[in-house]
């Protein structure tokens, strides 16, 4: 059997895979062999998940930490201690988010920070934190999640749009630094994933009939639908693959 896609023995933090679409990345990563460092703000569910994984995959490959990814002395500390009690992280997914449905005329200056703080600026800091210390062992993975707003406006989603067209130009700021150190950073863009952040649309039938026609698919994602893109970009079957924003979207942001 081919090994390119084999992640036995490297060691992954996806942040914000207590739930969602960073979980079934994790479990992805998980099914591939890699070893996980699981991660969220809420240390009770947290715990959860990370006993449903220990089940699966035992004690030996699934460790959970907890720091909020907006805070600059959380995120450095967090990532120290991983290096020191866990091991040497082989790949970051910057997955953890939020949604802030607002019209831009009614948007409140704090909301704006919070989702720019919470989406754009997290990947900045915990990558930073990693890549100190991938850069001096010339290896690693970074994945940003982007979005289908990293292309496409939609209103009521200004900050979200704002932040996530920033990582697609965040992947490329990192490429263009860290990549000739062996280190691929690569964007996943999802499109419309039923998770707890999109319940509420998945629930309204004028919007949910809206992305049944508009997604040549024709339905809506899973975060089981990541999974396999995540880990082609965790793994020497993308070692030469720089830069990119791979969109994972049904077909939504190539039909007008
Ligand atoms: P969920 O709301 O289901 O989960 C969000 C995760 O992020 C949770 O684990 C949460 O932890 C964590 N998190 C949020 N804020 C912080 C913080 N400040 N510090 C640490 N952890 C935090 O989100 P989704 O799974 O739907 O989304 C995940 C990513 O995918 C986001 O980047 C989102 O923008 C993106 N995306 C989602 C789409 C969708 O359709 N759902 C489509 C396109 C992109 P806790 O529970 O502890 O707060």
């Known amino acids: 059997m081919s090994t390119l896609f084999d992640l036995t023995g490297r ?32 240390a009770a569910r947290l715990a959860e998940t990370e006993a449903e994984f220990v089940a699966r ?29 866990i091991g040497a992280l082989d ?17 409140d200056r704090a909301d704006w920070d919070r989702v720019i ?43 979200y749009t704002s932040a996530k067209g920033g990582i ?8 263009a630094e860290w990549a000739g150190s062996n280190i691929q950073i690569n964007a996943i863009a999802p499109g419309y994933i039923h998770t707890d952040m999109t319940q509420k649309l998945v629930d309204d039938p004028q ?11 024709a339905r809506w994602g899973t975060p089981a639908d ?8 965790s793994s020497a079957g993308s070692d030469f693959v720089n830069g990119q924003v791979i969109f994972i979207d049904g077909g939504m942001t190539v039909v007008v």
Request: net charge neutral; glycine share 10%.
């Open 207 to 217: 919007f949910n009939g809206w992305i049944l026609g508009r997604t040549p698919a």
């Open 168 to 175: 697609r130009n965040l992947t490329r700021a990192m490429t």
């Open 226 to 233: 990541l999974a396999g893109p995540a880990v082609w970009l």
């Open 11 to 42: 060691l992954a933090l996806v942040t914000g895979s207590s739930r969602g679409i960073g979980r079934s990345i994790a479990e992805g990563l998980a099914d591939a062999g890699a070893t996980l460092v699981l991660h969220g703000r809420d």
């Open 57 to 85: 995959y035992g004690t030996d490959r699934i460790h959970a930490v907890a720091f909020d990814i907006t805070d600059e002395d959380a995120v450095d500390a967090g990532i120290a201690e991983i290096e020191a009690r």
């Open 117 to 159: 703080a919470t989406n754009l600026t997290s990947a900045f800091l915990v990558g930073r934190a990693v890549a100190r210390h991938m850069l001096p062992r010339r290896s690693g993975k970074i994945i940003n999640i982007a979005s289908v707003q990293t292309d496409l406006a939609r209103p009521t989603l200004s900050a």
């Open 91 to 107: 790949v970051l997914v910057n997955n953890a988010g939020i949604q802030h449905r607002e019209p831009l005329v009614e948007l």
